[in-house]
C-alpha cells in the first residue's frame, strides 16, 4: 500500500536527472564501440538510483556522460538528451558545462588515491572547489573547508586539512573526497564505485555517511557498483546494465525478489553468499561481450539459458513486466516478456517497438 | 562417479596435518641502527592446516594476511617462529633444499593483470616453473602445458597467445595453470577472485573446488570477501593487526561468531537482500598502524565490546564514545609525519598544529554534560598535548580510562566443543560473554 503510494508520487513528481536515449561511442582505428547504447532513466530529488553491471558494461561510461567528462575519440551522439533540473546538458558547452560539474553535480570516483592531487593538501583541494563556485578564498574558504570535513566525520579537522594526501588513511581519503563533492552543495551526488576499493568495516562507515548525508541535505545520489549487496543496501531503485544497455529497472526490493530478465537472475544466482551449503556455485558462461554493433539482436543471448531462436534476430525493447492493477514500475528488456501474450505476439510487440524508435530517431 | 570423488576429496581432509605453524612473527624494517620500531606484519601466529583442506584467511587490508600467506611459502623470511611442512621447518631451508621444496607449494596471485608477464607468450609463462625445476625433457614440458591448459578450461591453441589477448577470468586461469605445473600439495591462494566480476568470479571457484578434488590440494585461501569465503573454505581465521582473533570451523563461525571482531566484521557486509534488517555495528575509525600497535589486544581501539573500568560503568555512551575518540585522535597525532620544521618548533616548545588541543577538546565534549572527576584527567592529558608530550598524555588516559583491555594481550580462548579458538578478554570468567554483552553504543 504504500509503496504504491510511493510509487504514484514518484510518477508526479518531475525528476530531476532525466536521461533519454543516451548513446556514447568509442570511435578507433580498428571499431566503434558503443559503450552506452540507448540508455534511459530517471532520477528524483532525496531519491538514490543504482546502477549496477559487471565490468565493461557501461556504467562509468554513462556516469562520465552525464558529467561531460567523454573525452576523445568518445563522443555523445545525436539523439542524445540529459535534462538536469529542466535543462539540456548535451548541448552546453565547455566553459558552460565547467559551471555545473562540480556545482550541482558532483562525482565521487572509485579509487581516492587517484582522484586527490598528491601534490596539494587536503584542504587546499577542498578550497579550489569552494573557491571556483562560490568565489570563497582565504581564512574563510580555510574555514568552510574545516566544517566540511567535520561534516564528514573527521576527527581533528583543523589539523587535518593542512596534512597531503598520503597521510590520510584509505576510508578518510574517500571522505575527503567527499567533503570536496559536497563542498558546493550539489543537488546530484554520482557515487561510481565509492567503497569498492574500501574494506568491509570502512565501506561501513562510508555508506552510512552517505546516507546521513543524503537526508541531511535531501540530495539525488546515483550510485554506480557492481555488488549487489552494496545495491540493496543503499538504492531506492536499481537500473541493472549489461552491455551498454540497461536490461531490467525496477524498485529495489522488487528487483531482489523478482528478478525478471534472465541476466539479473543469473547475477543473482552467482552470489556466493546467496547459496550456503550448496556444492556449486551457479555461473554465467562466458564473458560480457563489448559492443561494437548497433544491436539487432539480444546482447545477451549467447549466455543466456532461456534463448530462443528470435533473440538472434529481434533486439529486444524495454517492456513492463507486470500488468494488473497493482503493477509496479518494473520493466525488462528480454523477448520473454511481457509474459500475458504468447511468444510470438510478444517479438511482434518488440519488433514494432523498435521500428517506432527507428522512426522517432530520424 | 561424482559422488566417489567427492568422498575420496572428505577422506582427504581428514588426513593429517601438513602445514604447522607455531608463534609466527614476520616483521619489516628491521635493524635500523638507532630506533628500531618494525612493522609488526605478522605477530606472533598459530595454527595449522590439515591436508586437503581449504583454510580461509581474511581480515582488511593491512592485516598481514598477504605476508602471512607469502611467509608460509617462504616469499618472505620470517623473523621468528616456524612453519612445519610435513614435519620439516622450512624458514630454516636454504639453497637447493629451499628450492627443492618450494615445487610442493605455490601460490596464485590476486591481480591477473600485473602476475603474468606480458612479453611471454602464455605456453611460456605456465612452461617457466618447469624449465627452473628442470622437469623432464622439453617436449614433455611442452605436453605438459597442453594438458595443464585443458585442466584449467583453455584451449591448447592458447599456448602461442599473450596475456592480453584474455580476459580478466582468463588470466587468472593461466595464473592457476601456472601454479599447478609441477604438481604441488599446497597452494596459496591469494585474492585469486577478487579482481573479478561476480559470474566470473564463480567459474574461477568451481573450478579451484573442481581442482583440489582432483589433484587432492590443500589451500589457504587468503580473502576480503567474506561470502567467497564462506562458500569456499572449511575453517577460518580471522585476522587483525598480524593476530589471529577467531579460528574455527567455517558454517560455525558464520552462524555464531564469538570474537567481538568477527561478529562487526560479518555485521559489516551488505546483504544482497533489501529487506533484511540485520543489526549492523560500525566500528569506528580505522585499524591502528602495524609499527605502533595498541599494548594490549590489537582490536582495543575500536572494539565495541571493550571492558571498561569498574568505576565506569555507567557513564553516558557519548561520553564515552568521546573519550575513546579523544584518545584515538592523539594515537593518530603520533603516527603523523612530522617535518623539519614542526620537529624545530616542537624542541622549542613553539606552536605547531599539533599542540592546539583545545580546538578538539570543544569538538568532541562540547555539547556533553563533562563529569567533574573525567573533567580532570582530560585536563592532565590536555595539559602534556600542550608542552608537547604526547606520549605522556595518552599514559594518563590509558591509566585512567583502560582496562585489561589496554594493558595485556588476550590468550586464545576454546570456545567450542570442535576446538574453535578466540582472542578475547571477555572469554575470561569474570567478564560477560561477548555474545551475550550488548555494546554500549546499542544501549
Redesign the interface.
Known sequence: MAQQESARVRAEEEPLLSVENLQTAFFTDKETIRAVDGVSFDIRRGETVGIVGESGSGKSVTARSIMGLVDSPGRVLDGSSIRFDGEELTDKTEEQYRGIRGGEIAMVFQDPLTSLNPVYTVGNQIKEALRLHQGLRGAAATEEAIELLEAVGIPDASRRVTEYPHEFSGGMRQRAVIAMALACDPELLICDEPTTALDVTIQAQILELLDELQEERGLAIMFITHDMGVIAEVSDRVNVMYAGEIVESAPVEELFENPRHPYTQGLLRSIPGNQPGSERLETIEGDVPTPNEPATYCRFEPRCPKAFEECTRVHPASVEVNTGVDAEDHSAACLLYPEDVSQAEAVELHEQRNSEREVSER | MSEQVQQESVSVATGETLVEVNELKTYYDEGAILDSNPVKAVDGVNFEIKRGETLGLVG??GCGKTTLGRTLIQLESATSGEVLFDGTDVTELSGAELKNWRRNSQMVFQDPESSLNDRMTVGEIIREPLDVHDWNDPKERRARVRELLDVVGLQPEHYYRYPHQF???QRQRIGIARALALEPEFVVLDEPVSAL???????I??LL?DLQDEFGLTYLFIA?????V???CDRVAVMYLGNVMELGAT?EI?QDPKNPYTH??LS?????????DKE?I??RG?PPSPRDPPKGCPFTTRCPMKIRPEKYQNVDPDLWVAIE?FR??LR??SR??KTLTEQAKELLGMET??S?IG??RR??FGDLDVPREVEAHLDRAAEHVKNNEDAEARKVLRDEFGSICDAENPANHVVSDSGRISHCHRHLPEYTEPDEFTPYTER
Open positions: 582488511e587490508s580476459s580478466g577470468g566480476d561476480v559470474s566470473v568470479q564463480a567459474q571457484l568451481n573446488e576480503h570477501d567474506l561470502s567467497v564462506r562458500h569456499i558454517e558464520f562487526s566484521l559489516a557486509i551488505p546483504e544482497p537482500d533489501p529487506t533484511s549492523r560500525t566500528l580505522t575518540v584515538e585522535v593518530e597525532r603523523a609525519e598544529r599539533f592546539d580546538e578538539i569538538e568532541l
